[in-house]
């Protein structure tokens, strides 16, 4: 693997075209031994014309058996060892509804639960799965808490989930989640991992202090957890790093902010597909880079949705002659990771990845799939190795050592 | 590589089942160029029928070239690298012979060699290769040395070869070793690498000085070195790592020893493959995770009787089907090491694996053999891999970030 160090050392500037088409959740799995997976059984003649042209393989996101939360999966293709940089839980809740998080802002996820009024132990982590818009009246609520010399903002995610954001001077992370994981214990108070974090400690367990007072007589969602209290990780800038203009393209909020934490500028898009492609058009001339990303392919495979999941894919086998009309100098199609419909969930299988560029050698896959790109020429590679691989294909990378 | 403590992060509890079964040093090689290696030679109707629905591949036990001892091709098929893990020689030389190690006692594997009477220099390093009863007599004339606060035990391995424990509190291991690896030379004292390891070495160079009084008339084993002094290494134990009730069965001491260090339990059995399946049978319902050891594979191999390791092969192929009936949620078919007829010893080459379990694709392997697994769906492999791969097809491991 080459690290990031070795990139930004490597990379020149040029006037070459990368790009990063990401179907999230692509990889599947065949319903029956037999079977064909969701990419095998949709009809994707422009895919698999692709796939002929290109080196196709078998990429694993993370590591053999890892299944990978959409953080670490796109950390991956954008280059980053996802095992060394982590986006935590409540900076990744803030992305995931938009939040405009600041670089000093410590962001929480909060779960509402519910306790025994008498004992004050957890019975139920979750609160009874209220219905969103309980959720949204009690973030109101709670909106009314203040805090010495911070800012706090209180935003409803989904059912009982909901962030908490502090913003304000002399705040840090390094701080232990409040959930303990099972029923029948009482919330954690918040610890500070670092000593500079003890004050920031103290302001969100004063929170929680308040909130539960607030909370009292709100049954089921009578008390609430804190989990990954984290700042934005400050992560080394792709711009930087590959020399690239590099823009984003993605109808959902977590993947902007994903992006956006690694230097992409987000490019405004519309709601599907074809609003993604007009976008891309639209800017064509101004970045290096783009990332482009196709949401459904992983929202029909966590449904198990087997048939939506193979017409997402056929979809986005539509509009790909448009793309590549635009002339890339190289073109990557995968996922950040599988979302089988089977397992209606991300998993750990590896995942179709197809490069094309001037300066390949075809390896005889003629269709884009998983069992047709075992057999191709990339082998069985890694995601933090493509951004590696597209650089070399474009053209952007000197050579290492004399 | 998810390494051991992501294991323990991402871990849940499961009703499901993983059963890993080494045929110790599965791997061979072909006679002459075009024939078969003993796997592909041997009538393993079972075997392929399950390869046939399984993920097949090849995998490296610690490294390309690497040959691994019994102890790091067992690690790492139990997910610990073999690079980091170590279990030191003189541990392994007490776990060979079922000798029960406590976790604060050192042991040194003993070599008898033969010194020259004049000089004291060493001429023979294996002393002739004494034989077997000749070494157990003066390990019996050596238990007479008594050392101050401690106990000491010596008992014979095989010809020239020996095991020296002491027991006692303040031991430490980091103490180097005495034989200086070729002839003309005398053997060197012990020295501490660590000064909390002083008084142990002291001890040890007591015990040298008393055994060459009592060896000098034994001429060819008027003397002796000490080799791989260590202790119990304390390895992460897999019931915490992994979540899994661990149950590890096997005919041979060494086995069961390093299956105890993992922190499995050791379930009695007998000398046969058919004993070691009826006490899986008969523990069925009372663990997670099942080890089970074929020695005899790897017995042939060393001998270089290939036919008798296509035997041992063709043996346990009778068997599987009665351990399948069982219903395993995974099955992992492999071997520790390669040891091919033709080398006689343990080798560096990569060895056929299989992988069975619900959410797989299946590759197209329809046998299961060396060559067939070159174009497998698990493709090229490492050992340290397979438990996470284990892990995720059981349904045992949570998502990696958010």
Redesign the interface.
């Known amino acids: 693997m080459a690290d990031l160090d070795l990139m930004r050392e490597l990379a020149t500037e040029g006037k070459t075209r990368i790009l990063l088409l990401v179907l999230d959740g692509l990889g599947g799995?065949?319903v029956t031994?037999?079977g064909p997976?969701e990419l095998e059984a949709a009809h994707t003649p422009n895919l698999d014309a692709l796939a002929a042209r290109s080196m196709c393989g078998?990429s694993t996101p993370?590591?053999?058996?890892?299944?990978?939360?959409?953080?670490?999966g796109h950390l991956a293709l954008f280059g980053y060892d996802?095992?060394r940089y982590?986006?935590g839980?409540g900076v990744?809740?803030a992305l995931g509804i938009g939040f405009d998080l600041q670089p000093a802002d410590v962001a929480a996820?909060g779960n509402f639960c519910t306790l025994d009024p008498k004992t004050g132990l957890i019975t139920d982590r979750r609160a009874g799965r209220i219905p969103t818009e309980v959720g949204a009246r009690l973030c109101e609520k709670l909106r009314q808490i203040r805090l010495p010399g911070v800012e706090t903002f209180v935003e409803p995610v989904q059912e009982y989930r909901f962030l908490l954001v502090l913003r304000g001077k002399g705040l840090y992370d390094g701080l232990t989640e409040t959930d303990p994981q099972q029923v029948g214990k009482p919330p954690l108070p918040v610890e500070p991992l670092r000593p500079e974090a003890a004050h920031t400690a103290e302001l969100f367990n004063q929170w929680l202090a308040e909130a539960r007072k607030l909370l009292a007589d709100e049954y089921p969602a009578n008390g609430c957890n804190l989990r990954?209290i984290a700042r934005d990780p400050g992560l080394p800038q792709m711009p930087q790093i590959y020399k690239l203009r590099c823009g984003a393209i993605a109808t959902y909020p977590m993947y902007r902010g994903v992006a956006k934490l690694a230097g992409m500028e987000v490019l405004p898009t519309g709601e599907t597909i074809e609003d993604e492609v007009e976008t891309l058009k639209a800017h064509w001339a101004n970045y290096d880079f783009f990332f482009l990303h196709v949401k459904k392919t992983d929202s029909r495979g966590e449904d198990g949705d087997f048939e939506g999941k193979v017409k997402v894919i056929e979809h986005f086998d539509e509009v790909l002659p448009g793309i590549l009309a635009l002339g890339p100098d190289v073109v990557i199609v995968t996922g950040d990771h599988s979302t089988?419909a089977?397992?209606k969930?991300?998993?750990?299988?590896e995942l179709p990845v197809l490069l094309w560029a001037r300066y390949i050698r075809p390896d005889g896959v003629k269709q884009f799939g998983?069992?047709p790109c075992?057999?191709g020429g990339l082998?069985?590679i890694h995601h933090v190795d493509l951004m590696p691989l597209a650089m070399a294909h474009a053209g952007r990378l000197t050579k290492f050592g004399a």
């Open positions: 799995l065949p031994p037999d997976t078998l993370v590591a053999p058996g890892i299944s990978p939360g959409s953080g670490p996802p095992l982590e986006i839980r990744l809740e996820r990954g089988p089977v397992w969930a991300h998993s750990w299988h998983e069992r075992m057999a082998g069985h």
